[in-house]
């Protein structure tokens, strides 16, 4: 009888088997959300930022990139809440006369496909070579894991700032403002891999013992299967954590490189190239056109700090401390 | 023991070898020296009959060995700019950079050894749970905002301190020209340190209250609680040491990190040092003094992180020296 039922409950299960979103509902990932509150704010405030960037076009009264819409008798208009500032402008304006909420959307918006990319090149390259360090083991091993100890001896932003400046010193700087994006993706991508190499080598060599290694390999599958179709599924959440920090790592790299002057040109400005066409004028007074970029940028950085320590404690996977 | 140390001498010698490639092609690429001596009115005949004087027509491995023979005593060219050798140069604006490293090394190791240690012993305590949130927040802020914030309020709105350069410098020894002597220059000098230590003061507070709350669990530190001893000679003495062997590790590797960061922090400030004369130089396309910076910087790196491994196998014992894989 109760043998009846149960299989009776078995089928009715596999009837309603639950979706995605309620198993989602069920999960402890969902639990440990609802409990959280710095979680819940910080991930709202995300989300903000990032349909800020996505429709920066629509959101943006005037657009920024525009010559024709600038006025150079409109620079340096206090935001419109203090004594001399106008409606029209209501962060105020930069030096050049653009409108500083315009100018914000789109710097958060080249900010973000900044970080995006470059630590999405940073993965690729850290997991393919990561896994080959961890599968291969033996003399590949320790030669990867060698050039990336050495590699981040060196600091990353030294790095950066070094192959930069070599190659604005060598294209000139009119050329190198027009390659100057997919240049600092290239910097940063390239800079950071050795941190995704080892948190995925470190994981797989954890996998690599368990059974089902085994059984792919007893099964006739090839390294390259083996490696990305069975082991790389099972190491995705310590990855999914060091991104969210990458990321925030990779806007604060490009906002400092942008600061120097080795980064986004003034015409088509970043957070950080923003901050520091602003920063000449600090002394006269036009505070805001350093410190309103300076707080979204803080802001942006600070949430996905916040969002990736609380990642970390909730997939609490084994992170390999170098 | 032995072992270990040739095993890292032969490693940091392929860095430093890689490091000159990279310095050398950067010289090779940027840049056309002859132009820089003779201007354009020399005619093209001419010119290749120097090209060959000056061996720029030897072929690559030739020029090569002669960059490194020259580089080994101490010959890394003239700067184009200042006319004189570039170690020279880059000589004389190091104690600038090395006094902005010691003076944010004194407040990291001031500030966060006692707050680190102190979070770690009343965890629940507001004060502690200010120093988190802080650290929190700290790592957030890049470094320039630090420093552009610390101007923003200190100079331009309380006027209390100066805003940039290294004020009144004395000459101490050569070329060595120091600002820690005078009073103004002290007063130039904090700014400057506090920001670029706002980089590392998250990062070591949070690594000593980890290590620190691992250590008290530990079964001496119960034991020396029992016995009775002071437990500030306790925290301070006796667990304190155990914390600081990760320190050194991390702080190993900080200090080239904060080289980099000096950069940032003197360009904030104006601070006449290394970094600042590198971007100088870049934007002059001053060749022979980017690379000069390019590979002394590079030494400095391979010597501090060479050091530091050495001195992390001397201090810890449970380090396999002799062993094959480590």
């Excluded at chain 1, 409606?87 to 105020?92: A, H, I, T, V, Y």
């Excluded at chain 2, 904030?268 to 004369?277: D, K, N, R, S």
Aim: charged share 15%.
């Amino acid at each position: 009888m109760s043998h009846a039922s149960e299989s009776v409950a078995i089928a009715q299960s596999v009837d309603a088997a639950p979706s995605r979103w309620e198993k989602f509902k069920e999960s402890h990932y969902w639990h440990s959300f609802k409990k959280d509150r710095v979680a819940q704010i910080s991930f709202t405030v995300f989300v903000l930022f990032v349909l800020a960037a996505l429709f920066s076009p629509l959101l943006a009264p005037t657009d920024p990139y525009d010559l024709a819409s600038i006025d150079i008798m409109d620079s340096e208009i206090p935001p419109s809440w203090s004594e001399e500032g106008e409606d029209r402008f209501w962060l105020g304006t930069d030096a050049q006369g653009r409108d500083l909420w315009s100018t914000i959307l789109y710097g958060t918006r080249l900010s973000l496909i900044i970080g995006v990319c470059a630590v999405l090149l940073q993965a690729f390259i850290g997991i393919v070579l990561g896994l080959t360090a961890g599968y291969a083991g033996g003399r590949v091993d320790s030669f990867i894991m060698r050039c990336a100890d050495i590699q981040l001896s060196f600091s990353t932003m030294m790095v950066a700032i070094i192959f930069l400046a070599v190659f604005q010193a060598a294209f000139g700087s009119e050329l190198y403002q027009r390659l100057a994006l997919i240049m600092l993706i290239m910097v940063i991508g390239i800079a950071e891999w050795p941190q995704y190499a080892r948190t995925i080598r470190a994981s797989v060599l954890a996998e690599k013992k368990k059974e089902y290694v085994d059984a792919a390999r007893v099964m006739g599958f090839g390294s390259g299967r083996i490696m990305f179709r069975h082991i790389l599924p099972n190491t995705l959440s310590p990855i999914l954590v060091i991104s969210t920090v990458q990321v925030a790592n990779a806007i604060i790299t490009e906002a400092s490189l942008s600061f120097l002057g080795l980064g986004m040109p003034v015409s088509q400005p970043s957070l950080g190239s923003l901050i520091a066409s602003g920063f000449e004028f600090i002394f006269s007074g036009s505070w805001w056109i350093t410190v309103i970029p300076g707080i979204a940028l803080i802001t942006l950085v600070l949430v996905m700090n916040l969002l990736g320590d609380w990642l970390r404690d909730v997939l609490n996977p084994k992170l390999y401390k170098g | 023991m032995l072992a270990f140390f040739i095993r890292r001498f032969m490693q940091a010698i392929i860095v430093m070898f890689v490091i000159s490639v990279v310095g050398f092609a950067i010289q090779d690429n940027l840049g056309d020296p002859l132009r820089e001596m003779v201007g354009q009115v020399v005619t093209e005949a001419e010119r290749e009959v120097l090209r060959d004087e000056m061996g720029l027509n030897d072929p690559f491995f030739v020029q090569y060995t002669r960059f490194i023979g020259n580089a080994l005593q101490g010959d890394l060219g003239t700067s184009y700019f200042f006319k004189k050798p570039t170690l020279d140069v880059i000589f004389a604006k190091l104690p600038a950079t090395l006094e902005l490293v010691l003076g944010a090394t004194l407040i990291v190791v001031l500030v966060s050894v006692p707050v680190g240690v102190y979070a770690a012993i009343r965890p629940q305590s507001w004060f502690s749970k200010c120093a988190m949130a802080f650290s929190t927040v700290g790592i957030s802020i890049p470094v320039f905002l630090t420093g552009i914030g610390l101007i923003y309020v200190f100079s331009v709105e309380l006027g209390w301190m100066p805003s940039y350069g290294r004020g009144e410098t004395e000459q101490v020894w050569g070329s060595w020209r120091t600002g820690l002597t005078t009073a103004d220059g002290l007063l130039h000098l904090i700014l400057p340190s506090i920001t670029l230590s706002s980089l590392m003061l998250p990062l070591f507070i949070r690594l000593i209250r980890a290590e620190m709350s691992e250590v008290l669990q530990s079964e001496y530190v119960k034991f020396a609680l029992a016995k009775g001893l002071n437990p500030m000679r306790i925290y301070f003495l006796h667990a304190l040491k155990n914390t600081m062997l990760p320190v050194i590790t991390v702080g190993g590797v900080q200090i080239g990190t904060m080289l980099a960061y000096t950069i940032l922090t003197e360009t904030v400030f104006q601070w006449p040092g290394m970094g600042f004369l590198f971007l100088e130089a870049v934007n002059r396309v001053d060749t022979p003094l980017i690379v000069s910076y390019v590979i002394v910087v590079g030494a400095i790196f391979v010597i501090t992180n060479t050091l530091v491994d050495l001195i992390y196998g001397l201090v810890n014992p449970t380090v396999k020296l002799a062993g094959k894989s480590a």
